[in-house]
């Protein structure tokens, strides 16, 4: 087990050394030679290979990985960071915290002073994640981290007031998601959905797994909807994004 995922190691204490030092051989992970996470046609190498990653973010991956737990690629990492730097976002929301992969790549494109609310269901994770948003130098007032299922905690949150809402958790909770951010979003915010192209099975037609049936929905509504202005994007395990109206 890597050292900050140890129990024994409360991860609210800082850290004695610097992170690469406290990392062993075995998960200090070089850039990928091939697309990381599901695999898709779409995610091309080239695009992430371009998106870098560093000490903290792969460790942050590395530690995903030993969960079990898929992390954004770095190419739809970047693809965050961009959203998040050309919104200027303040206020973001983050559906799935995972280790801290997409909630570091959100946070290096959000406005200094921005604030970013991640929800997930496992304590755990969110244990490890807030130690990574610390190495990545960013105080502990940038980040709100909010233990609970995203459908019980998404109605606590103010209505229109975020720049951007990103969903990377359970994919049979998606389209309810999706109705919750147009209630959270302000008019020019910017949803963000994970897994759009479901590991491939998107336009397959025999593809009727709960999973992709409701990625299915979730695409097909948020196109058909007069509220958002929607496009994929295939990076990664494919990014469904939308603008609010
Ligand atoms: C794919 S991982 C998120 C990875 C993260 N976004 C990243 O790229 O670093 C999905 C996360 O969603 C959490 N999760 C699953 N179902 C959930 C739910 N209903 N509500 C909140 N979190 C949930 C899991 O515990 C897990 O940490």
């Known amino acids: ?8 190691q409360p991860l609210a ?3 004695a050394q610097p992170l690469a030092r406290l990392s062993p051989p075995e998960v200090v992970i070089v850039p990928p ?6 695999p898709t046609a779409q995610s091309h190498p080239f695009a992430e290979a371009y998106a870098t990653e560093d000490i903290v973010l792969q460790t942050a991956r590395s530690l995903a990985r030993e969960l079990g737990l898929d992390s954004v690629t770095p190419a739809a990492g970047s693809v965050l ?3 998040a730097a050309a919104g200027s976002a303040k206020a973001v929301v983050e559906i799935g915290t995972g280790t801290g992969v997409s909630g570091t790549w959100l946070l290096r494109g959000m406005r200094p002073d921005a604030v970013l609310t991640t929800i997930d269901v496992e304590h755990e ?8 948003f610390q190495e990545a130098g960013f105080a502990s007032s940038r980040t709100r981290i909010i233990t609970g299922r995203a459908l019980d905690v998404l109605p606590r949150l103010a209505d229109g007031v975020y720049d951007l809402v990103f969903v990377d958790a359970d994919p049979t909770e998606y389209s309810a998601c999706a109705d919750a951010a ?14 759009a192209l479901a590991g491939g099975r998107i336009s397959d037609p025999s593809a009727r797994d709960v999973d992709t049936l409701t990625i299915r929905e979730t695409v097909r509504s948020v196109r058909e909807s007069e509220e958002w202005i929607p496009a994929i994007i295939p990076s990664g395990a494919g990014l469904l994004v939308a603008v609010k109206r």
């Open 1 to 8: 087990m890597h050292p900050l995922a140890s129990p024994a």
């Open 13 to 15: 204490q800082p850290l």
């Open 33 to 38: 030679a091939r697309p990381i996470g599901p």
């Open 81 to 83: 960071r961009l959203l």
């Open 125 to 132: 994770h969110q244990r490890i994640a807030r130690r990574i």
């Open 182 to 195: 147009l209630r959270l979003l302000r008019p020019g915010g910017v949803l963000a959905v994970n897994g």
